[in-house]
């Protein structure tokens, strides 16, 4: 039988569940019953149900009309970095490289059409947004997201070009398929990436692929300042080759040997 299963193993509840636990942002920390029902697209007595359900296992909380999460929900994240291991093993490199670097050090892993920071060493903030263990990005516009996407496979590439919102989050924002293509084989020829103000107006960053034991790109580095900070050109000549060592050494300690032929995933991590 498939790893993926069937439809009959398919537990409906449990996706409508998790629905109902990602509604809750920061645009609605504290929704009403009707806010979650539009937002999920569920009915109301559904809503209700899972919310009595999520309540009585201790993740949500009840204020009269309104609902919020409560800190149990943070050991889900908790029980995914302890048994990562590349994120323990990373730390301590990204300690370093901020140190070396005097920038904030990240590790994100793509997940859909974002990248997700799952380990971080912040050193000054450099965005408008809240950037934190958990915090996801477009991938279209940010260095990491561009390392993940450029080795994930040509099948993977197609459906991301065709299925993401790729939206301008500035001017400088590249929003053309044929262009991001062209931007991820660039990427994949120099073996790292670089953004300069796609995200975020000011906001430049670098990042540089970690590979597991099979070659697999499996993580992206990044290292992020601002452009008032530092200019493109420093960063590409002085931060990069940092980044592409720190990388490699994260690399070599999950087992991975430059003689390894490399390995392309052709789906997400």
Sequence with gaps: MSAEGTERDYVQSLERGF????AFDEEMTTPTLAELAAKTG?????????????QRLGYVENHGTRWSLTPRVLTIGQHYTATNARIELAQPHLL?????????????????????????????????????VGSRVPAHATSMGRVLLAWAGPARITRFLEEAPLRAHTSRTITDPAELRMALSEVRG????????????????????????????????????????LAPERLREETVPLLVETATAISTELGWS??????????FF
């Design 190 to 229: 120099q073996g790292w990436s670089m953004v300069d103000g796609e995200l975020e107006e000011g906001l430049l960053s670098a990042s540089a692929p970690v590979r597991d034991r099979t070659g697999a790109v499996v993580a992206a580095l990044a290292s992020s300042t601002s452009a008032g900070r």
């Design 19 to 22: 629905a109902v636990l990602l």
């Design 42 to 54: 569920l009915s109301r007595p559904a809503v209700r149900r899972l919310l009595l359900t999520l």
């Design 96 to 132: 370093r490289l901020a140190e070396r670097t005097g920038e904030s050090a990240s590790l994100a892993e793509l997940d859909e059409f974002d990248a997700v920071y799952v380990a971080r060493v912040p050193v000054r903030r450099i965005m408008n947004i809240n950037v934190a």
């Design 258 to 267: 430059p003689r390894t032929p490399p390995v392309v995933r052709d789906g």
